[in-house]
């Protein structure tokens, strides 16, 4: 499950970049005591302040780190703005790895960088980070969230999350079968992390027919002793298994040229970021393979809104109220795809656009 394998690096400068897809600005941050190297990313700000997660993978190049951060911090716009939230989109990537990198003085020093934007960009937790790293960052900025709940937070955002994409898939699942009920469905779910694990107690407790994997052998372990009725498949395996719903949980560009010619499923709906490797290809793709795209930026959303309420003040049971919407959100937009003929993605794109277009257009701004 390589995290750029199919995404295209090229030779463009970072303003050239930035100008493609309007991002408003890119901080790159360095460190040399603590060995900090990090890209923050601030796509668009018209809805509100960008608030995203900061993620820490060790990318095999500057340009691959750049790359993913700024596609993570436009589908950061979009997202906020499908959910309803008065939110900009960003993110920041920190390169090294999660598993032996980490330090305190590294993250209070990433917090600083964070707090010299002065309110513009929100970090929380993503891939590699946890709500430890979330305390660290905090001692120097008051820019974060994901906080424990020991310390006014809402905690890990994780089980929101899968509770959005659990939602989405049912409203998928309602649209491609005429029933959104998911028991006897074969789902993959590729990536056994928080969200996936949270995923996996919804789809079984629904009846579902789960099938998980994942690169980490001690993770699915777990889940399995957990989930005695689910079963365990290998990572590479995982494309080519005959499913009703293929549910990508780990990073993103898992649907490119050499999967689609493999997937045999009817569905894709799962959490990971920037499922489509390259959107504008294989979103088109995907529907005229007879697939129905739930677009991760619309059913991910849980997360984001969990740490909004936690900016207002933590509300449980109204973050899940408003995740819950996500469902009918994504019968709208796959509606739009099938009376327009256009791919998901890009009925979703338009939805988010509008949004933020006539909120621009009315002279309001962050």
Known sequence: MALTSSLPVTDELVLARMEKHDHEEVLFCFDRPTGLRAIIAIHDTTLGPALGGTRM?????????LQDVMRLSRGMTYKSA????????????????????????????FGQFVDSLNGRYITAEDVGMSTMEMVNIRKETTNVAGLPEEMGGSGDPSPVTAYGVYMGMKAAARTAYGSDDLKGRKVSIQGAGNV????????????????????????????????????LVDPESVYDL?????????????????????????????????????????????????????????????????????????????ALNQTKAIYDTTLRILKASADKGIPTYLAANQAAEERI??????GFRY
């Open 196 to 231: 996936g694990h949270a995923l996996v107690g919804h789809l079984v407790q629904e009846g579902a027919q789960v099938y998980l994997t994942d690169i980490h052998p001690e993770k699915l372990a777990a889940i399995k002793a957990e989930f005695p009725t689910i079963t």
């Open 82 to 109: 499908l959910a309803g939230l008065d939110l900009g989109g960003g993110k920041a990537v920190i390169i090294g790895d999660a598993r032996t990198d980490k330090t305190e003085a590294m993250f209070r020093r």
């Open 242 to 318: 005959d499913v009703d719903i293929y549910s990508p949980c780990a990073l993103g560009a898992t649907v490119n040229d050499d999967t689609l010619k493999r997937l045999k499923c009817s569905i894709i709906a799962g959490a990971a970021n920037n499922q489509l490797a390259r959107e504008e290809v294989h979103g088109k793709a995907v529907m005229e393979k007879g697939i129905l795209y739930a677009p991760d930026f619309l059913i991910n959303a849980g997360g984001i809104i969990n740490c909004a309420w936690e900016r207002k003040g933590y509300n449980r049971q109204a």
């Open 357 to 362: 277009n006539s909120v621009r257009a009315a």
């Open 57 to 65: 993978w060790p990318y095999a190049t500057e340009a691959e780190a």
